[in-house]
């Protein structure tokens, strides 16, 4: 399923997300994807958010089609909003569940995608543990199905930093003179990740990965952030401050990884240290939190924290995907 050079793997999945109209087929990674078309996405996502208590946006856009949600990780708030999302919009919705799914009996994934194909499954999204799965299935399905990666590995998960940039941009408007911080465990987040790749490409101003030094990222993944290993250094002045869980399931041997008391003195976000920050510095995190391990509880709850915002935006966000890649197969 691997090549030898990553990056080759990128260019190649990058370039098998859109037809040949240049419309977004499948959504596999942001890497490659061009300002303009992450823009109409964003733009798409804020028409479909509607007010507090008032209903949620609905259309009729993929009537008779059918999504399939495949998590073979645990997933909260990216399956809810997928589900609720593909509902929206008027699709059938197929939740598999994946423990009593016959992958279990050794069935191979591609066995899995095959059998829900030929039950007119037409877009299907896919969280998986292991590297380039979303890529291998996209090169596999029929030429009218759509693959959506819902989080892959450590590797990437394009909707949440779809999310992340909107509830971003609707805080602070243009990227150019943003500073933006994300601290925690980026080596092992897909979500430091796909924001990463979302915010250079969006012309971010600088943009600071901040961990201890054995859960920093490679440089050359990382390509325009500033890497930095101290928390005061990388957060001062920031306008958004992003806080990530440590991955303990990607985590092989945690020898090493410094134990709760020790990460939340020197890299939870917390009230104390979001006093470097600006004081209209936003609080984000993609959940799961550990509260008291990368942020504090009251600042999680607090006035600068956007976090439920950033759940509310994930179905907006899936919604414009979805409409995208359906308007794609209905143009074929
Ligand atoms: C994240 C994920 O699964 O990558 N959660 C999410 O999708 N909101 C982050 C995490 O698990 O820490």
Do not use: C, W
Not at 177 to 195: K, P, Q
């Amino acid at each position: 399923m691997n090549a030898a050079d990553p990056n080759e793997i990128l260019d190649d999945e990058a370039a098998l997300q859109l037809d040949a109209n240049g419309n977004l087929r499948h959504l596999l990674t942001l890497k490659g994807l061009d300002r303009a078309l992450l823009t109409d996405i964003l733009d798409d996502a804020e028409g479909y958010l509607t007010a507090p208590g008032d209903l949620p946006a609905r259309s009729q856009s993929l009537a008779g089609r059918t999504v399939g949600n495949l998590f073979f990780e645990p997933s909260t708030r990216t399956r809810a909003s997928f589900d609720l999302a593909g509902k929206r919009l008027g699709a059938d919705v197929l939740n598999l569940d994946v423990n009593t799914s016959s992958r279990k009996k050794g069935e191979s994934i591609l066995d899995t995608i095959y059998t829900l194909q030929a039950m007119h499954v037409d877009i299907m999204v896919v969280r998986d543990a292991s590297d380039g799965v979303p890529a291998y299935i996209a090169r596999h399905v029929q030429p009218h199905v759509s693959i959506l990666n819902a989080g892959e590995s450590d590797v990437s998960h394009p909707t949440q930093g779809l999310l992340d940039v909107l509830t971003i941009r609707q805080h602070k408007g243009a990227f150019e003179n943003l500073t933006i911080a994300i601290v925690g465990d980026i080596r092992h987040s897909r979500v430091a990740m796909s924001a990463t790749h979302a915010l250079t490409t969006l012309g971010v101003g600088d943009l600071r990965l901040i961990s201890p030094p054995v859960l920093a990222p490679d440089a050359d993944k990382v390509p325009g952030a500033h890497i930095v290993d101290n928390l005061a250094e990388g957060i001062a002045d920031a306008d958004v401050v992003m806080a990530l869980r440590i991955q303990r399931e990607r985590i092989g041997n945690l020898d090493g990884i410094p134990g709760i008391d020790e990460y939340f003195a020197n890299y939870g976000v917390s009230h104390d240290s979001m006093k470097l920050a600006r004081p209209d510095a936003i609080v984000m995190h993609p959940g799961p939190m550990n509260r008291g391990i990368e942020i504090e509880g009251s600042l999680a709850d607090g006035s600068q924290s956007v976090i439920t915002q950033q759940v509310t935006n994930g179905v907006a966000v899936r919604m414009a995907v979805l409409d995208r890649v359906g308007k794609t197969m209905a143009a074929r």
